[in-house]
């Protein structure tokens, strides 16, 4: 752990001379604005996320999470780990099975406006009834409103502001579908992200925290961006 207020030689120095390391214990309080560094030796791994079983979450468990309602629309406190749709290796962790616990009185269940990745959090817009849901579908073509994500970059020090415009196009890797570069002639559709650095952190060669607005809305467009 390394205070903010240390110089970039004092950060450098406490990563590569083992006598200028800052002591942390099991007792070391976290402050706000510290830095958090990792040996190299250490190399995480991912855990296989276990499928959670239909009726296994706690009763009520979504309604917890309403952050707002009114007669159109709902907004929910999406988790890490839960998809927004059912698909082939997500079992019982998708939202829409869930979605009758909000009906709040009305016939039918509400229906999705966006999504949101499994593994990210946020805010999730939810429409109440068919015609909220069309007119908010409406704003997201005409691009209304915007989605924003926090993202860490791994890449040294970044512009204070900026747009990456760069095609993107679909990809199988092993069982899943990532994006990549591609140029228009190859099938490539149009992306654009405009970003804003929030912080930047000399560790690790550099890492900055970026404020990120993908107005295209194309899969994975900000990891294919960052």
């Not at 991912?46 to 917890?64: F, I, N, Y």
């Not at 079992?91 to 009305?106: A, T, Y």
């Not at 704003?139 to 747009?163: D, E, I, N, S």
Request: proline share 10%; aromatic share 10%; net charge positive.
């Amino acid at each position: 752990l390394v205070p903010p207020d240390y110089t970039t030689d004092q950060h450098r120095g406490s990563v590569v001379i083992p006598r200028f390391r800052p002591k942390c214990e099991g007792s070391t309080q976290l402050q706000p604005n510290w830095y958090v560094y990792f040996p190299k030796s250490m190399s995480p791994r991912a855990k296989r996320r276990q499928p959670t079983a239909v009726g296994s979450e706690p009763r009520g468990w979504l309604l917890r999470r309403v952050l707002y309602k009114d007669t159109d629309f709902l907004a929910i406190n999406k988790p890490a780990g839960w998809s927004v749709t059912p698909g082939k290796h997500v079992g019982g962790m998708h939202l829409q099975r869930l979605l009758p616990s909000l009906q709040f009185g009305l016939e039918e269940p509400p229906r999705f406006v966006h999504r949101l990745s499994t593994e990210l959090s946020g805010v999730l817009l939810i429409a109440r009834h068919r015609a909220a849901a069309a007119y908010a579908k409406d704003m997201v073509r005409q691009r209304a409103f915007w989605q924003r994500y926090f993202w860490g970059l791994a890449c040294g020090r970044t512009p204070p502001k900026g747009t990456v415009a760069m095609p993107l196009a679909q990809e199988r890797l092993q069982e899943r579908m990532v994006a990549k570069p591609c140029r228009e002639d190859d099938g490539g559709l149009p992306a654009l992200t405009e970003y804003r650095t929030l912080r930047y952190s000399p560790m690790a060669g550099g890492i900055s925290l970026l404020e990120l607005n993908p107005y295209s809305g194309r899969p994975h467009q900000t990891r294919a961006h960052c």
